[in-house]
């Protein structure tokens, strides 16, 4: 059978700590991704600079979460599959964990070092506000800061809500008040990005009258660090030797922040002279038919929805294409939202992740909700000894990238989108169910609609 899962005699499997076991590695990959590492003071460009503190006893406790493994799948299609588990810390269930962590660890650096105090603002679909408050609240329990020297802000769509978690921060009166989550009420949840902008740009002498410092922390540069790490992990545990089979790294994406981190991880081993480029992965972008721009934008240059497959109805309350391969086959709506978290339109990431695809090779696949359905008792089959089990009920599935990236990677072998001989990497980058986590209470959230509601819930 061509298609059946094998058992694969030795996978390559091993963990570590992508932060505090490449410590040493990471100014290097600052100098990769970032121009000016200096801080930036005054004015809504506010920057803690990327100086990170020393790691000390203290520091690695505050990073222990930042843990990752290796884990082989089998083989699929001739495929041998590999579980790179990025979903280690139970605070979070997602990778957004490495890179929160980074950017409070500057904070904090920053705080030492200056005296001053910062309040993190993002916006987020859920699991980056998630991250930061998880990486907020360690870093006081560590013992790295005080409550009143570091705070974090976050604006969410309220079709998010089912995603986000109770902590010390939500429970916990006075952190509460000064950590407060902003649910936008707004139709389109990827507006919660202009409007936190306009909010920061319009206010931030305000929190220098108070002589806190806001950090707009929705930049590009503050997550790719991180993921250069998958890189150097991939390295210690799996490199890719030049004779050997080459890979493709499959990632569920919303603007592929992990994959270019990755990529850049990648180009700073081979100037290194520890990796070849030659064996440099390959990439496969999964999307959801709610956001497929950056398959869309791969495959026809523009995010133009009218080069979607036409899909017809079946008369069962199925829709169907058999136009294009790399697009789902049946779906139970062509403008579903299968997971809110992917809700990113025109990603300005594009065109650097298209450049690598026709550098490297890869390709991109949108999956539907009906294609993971049909495929999840095979998936659940295949993650059952892995720390990514999925419920038995997919109902209580909270966060489908991993499932999302499983399917695409199934559907592409079957539709020949995969080269014969590859070797497939599953970032694993986020998987959790209600039983996983407590759901922010109902008085920690705050709703807003337009700047001046989050003038009032922040400033009052």
Not at 202 to 228: C, H, I, P, Q, R
Request: net charge negative.
């Amino acid at each position: 059978m061509p298609n059946s899962v094998l058992p694969e005699a030795a996978p390559p499997a091993g963990s570590a700590n992508l932060l505090v076991d490449f410590y040493d590695r990471l100014p290097r990959a600052i100098a990769a991704c970032v121009d000016d590492p200096a801080p930036v003071k005054g004015g809504s460009a506010f920057s803690p600079g990327f100086l990170l503190p020393e790691l000390d006893a203290d520091v690695r406790d505050y990073l222990s979460v930042a843990t990752a493994s290796w884990q082989g799948l089998g083989t699929y299609g001739g495929h041998r599959l590999s579980l790179l588990d990025l979903t280690g810390n139970p605070g979070t269930g997602t990778t957004k964990t490495f890179a929160s962590l980074l950017i409070v660890a500057r904070a904090v650096e920053y705080i030492r070092r200056y005296g001053e105090s910062i309040t993190i603002f993002s916006p987020t679909s859920a699991n980056k506000g998630t991250a930061l408050r998880d990486a907020v609240l360690r870093a006081i329990e560590a013992g790295l800061v005080e409550p009143d020297q570091l705070r974090v802000i976050v604006l969410a769509p309220e079709s998010c809500l089912a995603k986000l978690r109770s902590s010390r921060l939500s429970t916990d009166p006075a952190l509460r008040e000064r950590n407060p989550v902003l649910l936008y009420t707004g139709a389109q949840p990827e507006d919660v990005k202009p409007l936190g902008k306009g909010f920061a740009d319009k206010y931030t002498g305000d929190f220098a009258a108070m002589g806190d410092n806001l950090w707009y922390s929705l930049e590009l540069g503050n997550y790719l660090v991180a993921d250069t790490a998958r890189a150097f992990f991939e390295h210690q545990v799996a490199p890719a030797a030049p004779d050997g089979r080459p890979r493709l790294h499959a990632h569920a994406v919303s603007s592929a922040f992990g994959l270019l981190g990755y990529h850049r991880g990648r180009a700073v081993l081979e100037e290194d002279g520890l990796a070849d480029v030659s064996t440099r992965p390959a990439s496969l972008l999964v999307q959801h038919l709610g956001t497929p721009d950056m398959v869309l934008n791969l495959r026809h240059g523009d995010f133009d929805r009218a080069n979607l497959p036409a899909y017809r109805a079946d008369g069962q309350g199925i829709y169907e294409q058999s136009d294009d391969p790399r697009f789902p086959q049946v779906t139970y709506d062509p403008d579903e939202v299968l997971d809110p978290t992917f809700y990113t339109h025109r990603p300005a990431t594009s065109p650097a992740m298209n450049e690598l695809i026709a550098r490297f090779g890869g390709d991109g696949i949108v999956v539907s909700l009906a294609e993971c359905v049909a495929r999840y008792p095979r998936l659940r089959e295949m993650l059952a000894a892995t720390d990514c089990a999925l419920p038995a009920d997919l109902r209580t599935l909270r966060e489908w990238s991993l499932v999302m990236a499983m399917t695409g990677v199934l559907n592409a072998v079957d539709r020949g989108l995969v080269e014969q001989d590859r070797d497939i990497v599953v970032h694993g980058s986020g998987c959790y169910s209600a039983a996983d986590y407590r759901p922010l209470e109902p008085d920690a959230v705050t709703r807003v609609a337009t700047v001046e509601d989050v003038v009032a819930a922040v400033l009052g």
